[in-house]
């Protein structure tokens, strides 16, 4: 199996494509259609993935009635283990597992030698996400956002917030950020940017594990996004598609300030490498979170694992052709309905979902 490995995400389709014609995940007899497909597939992870992997399994039962399909969204840290453990057939998790984690081995699902299979079937941009009365948008930079998190500004009228924001009429009221109580990919991701993008503020390392013991902790996605829909002067961080009605941040990048969108969010992830040395059914990239021109940084790359090869035959029959339904046009095009329009929306590109960016089975 030679996989090229291209440079641009919108390329991804065809190496995925590839890696799943070649991949020994126990190919299915020759005869076989999807439709003679049987038995059921075990899911878990990523909680930023749920609701594409909602649409997905609608559809891919509606082809093939004799599978079910099961995804329990715990989070992207739950699902790495219990796939690890053998307790899933395939994972949903928002960052690869790491040279570390792939040479420990020990996949339970997996047959002796075999590698996994890690590809980027969704993409998102991670939304910084608020709720004051009247303001639908702020602009702030890595810094700012730091600072916020990290419990160093802790009022909206700062005078760090009112530079970046002339002309807003900010309240004088406190701060409360919100975060991620389990351990979860979107986290580890966003602290990743912050990281990268302000390392002199925020002192910690990338973790899906939250660092800090201050701000108010709720659990996965759904959970930050009703504490910040539910509270006053509140802020956090989930899954894009899941902002709604409420505030959004818009990221400063050189003298310029983007908002999210798939196709600010696609240009960090064309200008970011693969991780060297991972074989070619391993597509983990290694996000660049520092761009020099106008890309929305703050982005989450989510990865469907699974086994090379898998032990129980059956099960690799299943999850290649329930991958290989992910990754092509129709699986794209079932995870990629348009949110409702919001008035900051208008006038501006749309953030709708595209099946190369936003939520993008490759």
Not at 3 to 13: D, E, H, N, Q, Y
Not at 21 to 42: D, H, I, Q, R, Y
Not at 263 to 283: C, I, Q, T
Request: proline share 7%; aromatic share 8%.
């Amino acid at each position: 199996m030679n996989i090229t490995r291209v440079g641009s995400f919108a390329a991804i389709s065809v190496a995925a494509a590839l890696v799943l014609s070649a991949c020994a995940t126990n190919e299915p007899p020759a005869e076989e259609t999807p439709s003679a497909l049987a038995g059921t597939l075990v899911g878990a992870g990523s909680s930023a993935v749920g609701a594409a992997q909602e649409v997905w399994i609608a559809e891919f039962q509606t082809a093939n009635p004799d599978v079910t399909v099961t995804y329990d969204p715990t989070g992207s840290g739950a699902g790495r283990e219990t796939f690890l453990g053998g307790g899933s057939d395939f994972a949903g998790t928002d960052r690869a597992f790491n040279d570390e984690e792939v040479a420990a081995g020990g996949f339970a699902s997996c047959a002796e030698g075999s590698g996994i299979v890690q590809l980027p079937l969704y993409v998102s941009p991670i939304a910084v996400i608020f709720n004051l009365e009247g303001i639908s948008e702020l602009n702030m930079s890595a810094d700012v956002i730091a600072s916020i998190f990290a419990g160093t500004i802790t009022n909206w009228n700062d005078a760090a917030i009112a530079d970046l924001n002339e002309g807003v009429e900010l309240p004088d009221l406190a701060i409360t950020a919100v975060h991620r109580s389990d351990d979860s990919g979107t986290t580890e991701n966003f602290t990743d940017y912050l990281a990268q993008a302000a390392p002199s503020v925020w002192t910690y390392e990338a973790d899906g594990v939250w660092p800090l013991e201050s701000g108010e902790a709720a659990q996965g996605t759904s959970g930050v996004v009703d504490a910040v829909t539910n509270g006053t002067g509140t802020i956090g961080y989930a899954d894009a598609s899941r902002a709604g009605d409420l505030g959004t941040v818009a990221v400063q990048i050189g003298e310029e300030f983007v908002p999210f969108s798939p196709e600010a969010a696609a240009a960090v992830v064309d200008a970011s490498p693969f991780v060297e040395g991972r074989p070619d059914f391993d597509l983990s990239i290694e996000l660049d979170r520092t761009p020099d021109s106008a890309a929305y940084p703050i982005v989450l790359v989510a990865y469907l694992v699974g086994c090379e090869t898998y032990l129980d035959a059956a099960q690799g029959e299943l999850v290649k052709a329930y991958f290989t339904y992910m990754a092509g046009e129709a699986g794209q095009a079932a995870a990629a309905p348009p949110p409702p329009p919001r008035p900051s929306d208008w006038g501006r590109a749309s953030r709708t979902r595209s099946p190369h960016r936003h939520a993008a089975p490759p």
